[in-house]
């Protein structure tokens, strides 16, 4: 069966560069971003690797941890990150787990034969504490991916966890939200203050503190 938005992410026990991991204990109680990789000693992968570990501090901000997966060994795990340290200047700070038995490309359907039938393509899952699958995201292994876009949509389910809302294109933290239908816009004024009415359908208010 697939894997899709509100599944619980499938659990595992595997080896990474920080030792064996038995996924739910991992995530605990936080959030958590597992993301694939074609392959070690591949360019793109070691700029994604390194933007990753930069942003670090702003995914914890979230109650975030992020977690990466490729189809190799520990050892060449240790190997390329040697690399990514030297050509991204930055300390790794998150595991890569070492699927070289492709477990877990298997269990999160990572392999895309018509791709390739061996490699992974660019998974991102985005997991909440619950252990619910929140979002997921397909890039090709030529396209790397943004992680300012991972944190804004964390930021996206965080708030409206919290709140009637949604999000419009291309929000950002702090940006107008839309308020949802199932809301009237009666219950909107009492909960948000003023809602600018663009259509009946179509309300916008400030967004509230998370
Ligand atoms: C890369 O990470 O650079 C990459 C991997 C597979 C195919 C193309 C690029």
Known sequence: MGLHIGSIAPDFEQDSTDGKIKFHDFIGDQWVVLFSHPKDYTPVCTTELGRAAKLKDEFTKRNCKMIAVSVDTVEDHKGWVGDIEDTQSVKMNFPILADADRKVAKLYDMIHAEANDTLTV?????????????AMVTYP?????????????????????NHKLATPADWTDGGDCVVVPALSTDEAKQKFGEVRELRPYLRMVKQPAK
């Open 122 to 134: 660019r998974s991102v899952f985005i997991i909440d504490s619950n252990k619910k699958i929140r």
């Open 141 to 161: 292994a030529s396209t790397g991916r943004n992680f300012a876009e991972i944190l804004r949509v964390i930021d996206s389910l965080q708030l409206t966890d």
